[in-house]
């Protein structure tokens, strides 16, 4: 069974500060994706990561894919209260499915 | 370029009703994913369709729950004599094949009471 563990599960930092949020398993996956869920909405893509190694910058946020494909993190730099949300990351399987880590609340206060 | 639709958005029933969830996926994309949050958990896996089949249901409750994805028409997730245990927001995802990225709708929250 493949599982992805992510951490820190709760996390409140003060505007400007910076975080990282880390995905971690023991299996390995053909890609990694990382959402933001609003409440009462629908998980939204932020990035896919495919190639281990591989870096992806979306302007304050950065992803990286472990070399090993099993493990993945999101850095966010000078975060805002406009960062606040829960983040999930997700590993991809030959056979379609998304497997769920258990999301980071991030609440960043002004 | 309308993305994934669900819909109602959101589903009250009494316990024994049947509660219909429906899912149109993204221009272009056959693959259907249907996933359940359960409050204070996160996404959990049910079943995975292609176009008049399922992929794997490796998610789902053995009794109660079904999905199908016709040839015509949305995906529907149909959970029969609902329990209060089902509350909870069931979101479709899609994609265009498998292993592609997946994109998920707004959900549709079920409320048993």
């Known amino acids: 069974t493949q599982l992805l563990e992510q951490s820190p599960q709760f996390l409140s930092i003060q505007e400007g500060e910076n975080l990282t949020v880390y995905c971690n398993s023991s299996?390995?996956?053909?890609?990694l994706q990382w959402y933001r869920q609003e409440p009462g909405e629908g998980p939204v893509l932020l990035v896919t990561?495919?190639?281990?190694?591989e870096v992806k910058k979306l302007k304050r946020l950065t992803f990286q894919f472990g070399d090993a494909r099993k493990d993945s993190s999101l850095h966010i730099t000078a975060a805002q209260p406009g960062d606040t949300g829960l983040y999930l990351c997700?590993?991809?399987?030959?056979?379609?499915?998304?497997?769920f880590g258990q999301g980071t609340e991030l609440s960043v206060k002004p | 370029n309308a993305g994934v639709m669900q819909n109602p958005r959101h589903l009250v029933r009494r316990r024994g009703q049947e509660a219909r969830l429906r899912c149109s996926p993204m221009?272009?994309?056959?693959?259907v994913y249907w996933y359940r949050q359960l409050p204070e958990e996160g996404l959990k896996f049910m079943v995975y369709l292609q176009k008049e089949n399922i992929i794997d249901e490796s998610g789902m409750p053995k009794e109660r729950f079904s999905a199908e994805f016709p040839k015509e028409g949305p995906s529907i997730l149909r959970i029969q004599q609902v329990v209060r245990g089902d509350s909870a927001a069931y979101f479709c995802a899609s994609s265009r094949e498998a292993g592609n990225t997946i994109y998920f709708g707004e959900g549709s929250w079920l409320t048993v009471v």
């Open positions: 221009k272009g994309h056959s693959h």
């Open positions: 299996s390995v996956f053909s890609s």
């Open positions: 997700a590993g991809g399987s030959q056979g379609g499915k998304l497997i």
């Open positions: 990561v495919v190639t281990g190694g």
